[in-house]
């Protein structure tokens, strides 16, 4: 890392010290910096002082309930969320999803496999440093999506995106007409080894559409059944 860079700042969520230490000592020596908070108000308070690059979260903390949480954490910030959790349920991972987590791990998990969630997520979320000056504007209707400066505004109105809802609409903007299947967008959007989770992508599609798609026009994402999605042509 070049002298002066800023590290990457991880908030850890996580009422456990025994976890903690693990991630905490494993993101270190790694050259991550981390902050810790083991309540909900605390960890808001955080996100606004030491604005993170990404947050880790635990669903089962003392005193508030972590999907309202992350519900919150999504309200005030774009930052990727992943959360860590003992519940291991298909019903809590698309909740966790549902709003607004950008990925979702089961305790016990290793090292490594939390160290390539956390890459996968960063590099969505980092996307603007990735140089796609060149990128093109994409127009479907009354829907301007451009790629490089990861604006969408419909009818001339901005539509807030989270770096994953983006990660996910630029790949399908960037193949419209094209059917893409499952396996493809989350290889994709969240990375190799995420191409069983389709899951994932049913909730992010679902979250495109509330935030894209107006009562009254045409679909713009249509489903395939058992096979994926496809972006309408314009």
Known sequence: MPDGEPLTCVLIVEDDPNIVDLIRSNLVVRGFDTVVSTD???????????????????????????????????????????????????????????????????????????????????????????????????????????????????????VHLTPTEFALLRELASNRGKSLTHAHLLRRVWGTGYETETEYVRVYVRRLRSKLEIDGEGPLIITLPRVGYRMTAG
């Open 40 to 158: 909900g108000t605390r960890a808001l308070q955080l996100l606004d002082t030491e604005e993170p690059d990404i947050v880790l979260l635990d669903l089962m903390l003392p005193d508030v309930d972590g999907f309202e949480l992350c519900r919150q954490i999504r309200e005030r910030s774009a930052v990727g969320v992943i959360v860590v959790s003992a519940r291991g349920g298909e019903r809590d991972k698309v909740s966790a999803l549902n709003v607004g987590a950008d990925d979702y791990m089961t305790k016990p998990f290793s090292i490594e496999e939390l160290l390539a969630r956390i890459a996968a997520t960063l590099r969505r979320t980092r996307v603007t440093e990735l140089g796609e000056t060149s990128a093109p504007v994409v127009l479907i209707g009354e829907l301007r999506i451009d790629l490089a400066a990861q604006q969408v505004t419909r009818r001339g109105e901005p």
